[in-house]
């Protein structure tokens, strides 16, 4: 507790004049869609693909271009189901391309083990023992 004190009381020695300091990849902001968005589901679906490849480090300017394209064609088809107007086949063909270049395929991580996977024998009872 006396280290914790000492760190909050001591005056901070780093100034935004510091070029070498970089703020935490959390701490960042993720910018906003390039075009503007009329519906909260592509609102919604936006932040959550944004927040997933900004998490690994591949919103990169060409991703958010990708992605704000992806969030318009969202929000296209969204509004028109919406307003009960005719959605396009080629508003899918769009989506369908803009979601391919965003790569998600690459960042998805398996949410659980196949059906036939081996599982670990001490993997509920803790560390193993070597010796008995």
């Known amino acids: 507790m006396a280290a914790v004190r000492r760190l909050a009381e001591a005056p901070s020695t780093i100034t935004p004049a510091d070029k070498n300091v970089v ?67 080629s508003w899918f063909a769009q989506l369908d391309k803009a979601r391919n270049e965003l790569r998600l395929d690459d960042i998805d991580k398996p949410i ?3 059906a036939g996977a081996p599982s670990n024998k001490f993997s509920r009872v803790g560390f193993a023992s070597g010796r008995r």
């Open 23 to 89: 703020a935490h990849p959390a701490f960042r902001e993720i910018p906003k869609c390039l075009f503007p968005l009329k519906t909260v589901e592509a609102q919604s679906e936006y932040d959550a693909l944004a927040r997933a490849l900004f998490d690994v480090g591949k919103l990169t300017l060409g991703a958010h271009r990708s992605l704000s394209s992806y969030a318009m064609q969202f929000d296209t088809i969204t509004a028109a189901a919406a307003e009960g107007k005719q959605v396009r086949g």
């Open 112 to 114: 659980a083990a196949p």
